[in-house]
């Protein structure tokens, strides 16, 4: 089982994880988000990270992973299983360092998706017929042929890139600061790292984890006090879909460091999306959607307070979005 890194630790790891990645990674802006101070009562901001490269905060992780290893003088070719961001964030990175590598996808893998692996320069193979089979084929073949796995979550280096996040919303909230942070959660990569460098320059910032009620591995985990693999239904929001790997050191963190956690329904997931859309005029992926639709859900709870939503990505297929889109749902509304 792996050992969570201390958060003092991991805080200065992702300091040098920002430098790896410097000139690697787009420096996202932090936009205002007028239609939810409208909704809440606070004064809302938006972290594009829908806006990174390849669409998707997991370009950081990836980066990050691969630069660490560069550094420490690790030149063994990389293997990585994901038919989605962070494959794509990792195809990325290779293509930008000129490592070596290849990203296993499974058989039913959208080929959307891997042609934008292939069009990077990067080899796919087609490993197993679901995503769980790829990742266990993946991490065997790395281990037959001496090659380095990267994980999308369950790895510290990854984790810091992902938290580079933070410093930058740190960075650019201003003097005013931030009272809440708002992260969408699956396997709790972005969550950990977010939250350890949020909480080194605000510490009595709020961490809301948001994951949608379909599939909330973590946050089940977090109420059992144990990794566990609840009965999951289909969902919007696939960025964040899935279980957590036994022993994965992001359990431990978002233990100390999410502070509440909010569930939404497929409706606010998808009326979050159109929020976005028709007021901001940017796409945004469904799990992005997630973290705005928390915000909605928590309603005047945040009124008064500085809040910062991580919008995590951009990808999403043209067929969902016209499902999204053409739902026949409520307009969002707040609790009170």
């Known amino acids: 089982m792996s050992i969570a890194p ?18 690697v ?10 239609a939810l101070d409208d909704l809440t009562g606070a004064t809302v901001f938006l972290k594009c990270e829908h806006l990174q490269h390849t669409g998707s905060f997991k370009a950081r992780g990836a980066a990050a992973k691969i630069m660490a290893l560069e550094a420490a003088g690790d030149h063994r070719p990389i293997i990585t299983a994901s038919s989605g961001n962070h494959g794509l964030g990792v195809a990325y990175a290779l293509a930008r360092t000129g490592k070596r590598g290849s990203v296993c996808v499974p058989e039913g893998a959208s080929p959307v998706k891997v042609a934008a692996i292939r069009r990077l320069g990067i080899d796919v193979r087609h490993l197993g017929s679901e995503a769980g089979a790829t990742e266990v084929l993946a991490r065997a073949e790395a281990t037959k042929g001496d090659l380095v796995y990267i994980s999308p979550y369950n790895d510290a280096d990854v984790i810091a890139g992902q938290g580079t996040i933070g410093l930058e919303i740190a960075d650019q909230v201003g003097s005013g600061g931030v009272d809440v942070v708002i992260v969408s959660v699956g396997g709790g990569g972005l969550a950990s790292g977010v939250a350890a460098a949020v909480k080194s320059r605000f510490p009595s910032a709020l961490i809301v984890g948001a994951s949608p009620k379909n599939d909330a591995a973590m946050a089940a985990s977090i109420q059992a006090g144990r990794i566990v693999t609840p009965e999951s239904l289909p969902t919007l929001s696939d960025g964040t879909a899935g279980g957590i790997e036994p022993g994965a050191i992001t359990f431990e963190l978002c233990q100390k460091l999410v502070d509440t956690w909010v569930l939404v329904t497929e409706e606010e997931i998808r009326s979050a999306l159109k929020l976005v859309i028709d007021t901001q005029h940017q796409l945004i ?17 945040l009124a008064g307070k500085r809040v910062v939503i991580v919008s995590c990505g951009a990808n999403i ?13 409520k307009a969002l509304s707040p609790v009170q």
């Open 317 to 329: 297929s043209s067929a969902a979005l016209a499902t999204a889109l053409n739902a026949n749902d």
């Open 25 to 34: 990674v787009a420096k996202t802006p932090l936009i205002a988000l007028p």
């Open 6 to 23: 201390r958060v003092e630790n991991l805080v200065e790891h992702i300091e040098r994880s920002a430098e790896l990645i410097k000139g």
């Open 285 to 301: 992926e469904g799990a992005a959607a997630v973290a705005v639709a928390a915000a909605v859900n928590s309603g005047q709870t």
